[in-house]
Every structure is written in C-alpha cells, then in structure tokens.
C-alpha cells in the first residue's frame, strides 16, 4: 500500500489533543463512552433491521450499510486515538499510519456516495412513490452500495499511492491525533503542489458530487411537498427524509470545513476539532438521529422485545 522510498524517518509520532495527562484521562473516558455507544447503536441498528421483516425494505437496506459504514469509520479512528491517550508511546509505523489513512478515505469518501444514495431513495419514495417498489429494485440498491464502495476504493487508492510516494526526510511529528492528508503532507520534503492539487480534485470532486446529486433530490423533494394540499400529508413527507437530511448537514458542514479550504486558513485547534466531531461524534450521532426519529424503527424493537418475551413464556 505505501513505501518508504528514501525516507529517513522510520515512523511517525502523533502528538494527540491534550499534553496534561489529566486532559488526556478526561478525553479517553469521554471518547470510550462515545464510542461504546457507536458500537452498541450501530450494531443495535443492524440487529434490529435484520430481525424485524417489515424494515426490510431499501430505506432500512441503505440505513443498515450506513450503520456498518459509521461503525467502520469509527474503528478505523477511535481505538488508536484512545490508545495514544491511555500510553506514553504515540509512535505509528509507515504501514500502520498509510493503512490507516487509507481506510479512513476509503470508508469516508464511500459514506459521501451512500449518503447521496440514501437522498435519491427519499426522492423516489416522495417524488415517484407509486413506482417506487419497481425503481428502488434489489438490483438498483445492490448496485448503488457496490458503486459506493468502488468510489471509496479508488480514491483511497490514488490518495495513499500519491503521499507514500514523497520523500519524508525531517519531522516525523504529525500534529494529529490519527493519520490525516494535511498533517502528512506537512512532514515531507518533497514538493507537494502536484500532490496537493490531486489530493484536492479527489476530495472536491468526491463532496461536490455526491453534494449535486442530494440537492438535486432534496429541491425536487421540497418542490414535490409544496404541491401537496394536505398539512398531515406534507408532515409526513416531510418527516420520511428529516433524519437524513440532519445527517447530511452534520457530516457534510464538518467536512467541507476541513477540508475545501485554502491552505492558509487551516487551524490546528479548530481542524482538530472538526476531525473529532466527523471520526468520532458523527458516528455516535447517526443511529441516534435515524432511531429517535423513527416510529417505525421504534415499534420494531416493541415487536422483537414482544417477540423475544413470548418465546421465553413458551419455554
């Protein structure tokens, strides 16, 4: 996945959020409970779906990918960041920091498209309901998550090959708490305006992409529900894509802070701050948003814990 190619540093340093050990005590409890809590809701998530028949359906199919893909992102992240908090040694090795920052592109840039995936699914149960069962086809979805995760294996592929190809020959010290492009790219020698740009068209054309194709649905959405007489009719149109469209905003506003700005307004503080919000909070967040929002989603955990406790009476 990456090489050394003339390198003189054997590994990189992250040098986390906090330098006091009691700041560092405070933010591990406090990332491991969020954490905690991701593996549980997103799990919670899967399970529940998968037991009840009548989520099975392509909303809740896109919903259970998102909830492996936030729980996936999340690891990729979390236990590295509570590992540096919890020792003294934040040392990360070449294969260690580009494994890392592959799958941490990998899975984030596949979450931007199955994000926009999710958006045209709202916009043919809202816009086309009657044909909604023959467009949102098993066939239709299969293929959107595939091509979700095929966009995630490019651009992390061409990311990782273009960094691990520079010459990292003074700091090893990423003033980082995981394995990010910017912090990286500071470290080398090398010259990185070629790099910078590529690096910039993938992100960019990643968020700007997958950006389109959810206002194009959502303007479409909005123009749909404006037409509708009814007030309960329009609540509940409006109510079917409400929990995704708080999603959207969350993951998407923290990203393009990041990332989609000049160099020189980059903060260490404030990036830092971003980066925990979109690796460690947003997964945390999702399950939450898309289940205490959800009636449906809430009367198939009343049915499997009626289920599960008439099973035990019978035994």
């Keep these: 996945m990456c090489r050394r190619n003339s390198t003189d540093v ?16 405070v933010l591990f409890l406090l990332f491991l409970l969020i954490y905690l809590v991701t593996v549980l809701g997103n799990a919670g998530m899967i399970l529940i ?8 359906t392509p909303m809740y199919f896109f919903l259970t990918h998102l909830s492996f893909l ?20 934040k040392n990360v090795s070449f294969l260690g920091c580009f494994t890392q920052l592959y799958f941490f592109i990998f899975f984030g840039a596949a979450e931007c498209f199955f994000l926009s995936s999710m958006a045209y699914d709202r916009y043919v149960a809202i816009c086309n309901p009657l044909h909604y069962p023959v467009i949102m086809s098993t066939c239709l979805c299969s293929t959107l998550l595939a091509g979700s995760y095929v966009i995630g294996f490019v651009d992390s592929t061409v990311n990782v090959i273009f960094i691990s190809r520079l ?30 740009i590529i690096l910039f068209i993938c992100a960019g054309s990643t968020l700007i992409m997958s950006l389109i194709t959810i206002s194009g649905s959502y303007v479409s959405i909005l123009s749909t529900i404006l037409k509708i007489n009814s007030t309960a009719s329009k609540r509940r149109a409006f109510s079917t894509c409400a929990s995704h469209f708080l999603g959207v905003t969350i993951f998407y506003g923290t990203m393009i802070f990041t990332y989609l700005k000049p160099k020189k307004s980059h903060s260490l503080g404030k ?13 945390m967040l999702n399950p939450l948003i898309y289940s205490l929002r ?10 499997i814990m009626l ?9």
């Design 10 to 25: 054997p590994d990189f340093v992250l040098t986390g959020l906090a330098d006091s050990e009691e700041t560092q005590l």
């Design 271 to 283: 990036d830092q701050v971003a980066s925990v919000f979109y690796t460690i909070v947003i997964p």
């Design 167 to 196: 010459h990292f020959c003074n700091s090893n010290v990423i003033h980082h708490f995981f394995c990010d492009t910017s912090p990286i790219l500071a470290l080398s020698c090398s010259d990185t305006h070629e790099v910078e």
């Design 307 to 315: 289920k599960l406790g008439g099973s035990r009476q019978l035994k």
């Design 49 to 56: 779906i998968r037991l009840d028949p009548q989520l099975h």
């Design 294 to 303: 959800n009636k449906e989603v809430k009367n198939a955990v009343i049915r």
């Design 70 to 89: 936030d729980l996936s992102y999340s690891s990729v992240i979390t236990p590295r960041t509570l590992q540096n908090l919890l020792t003294s040694s």
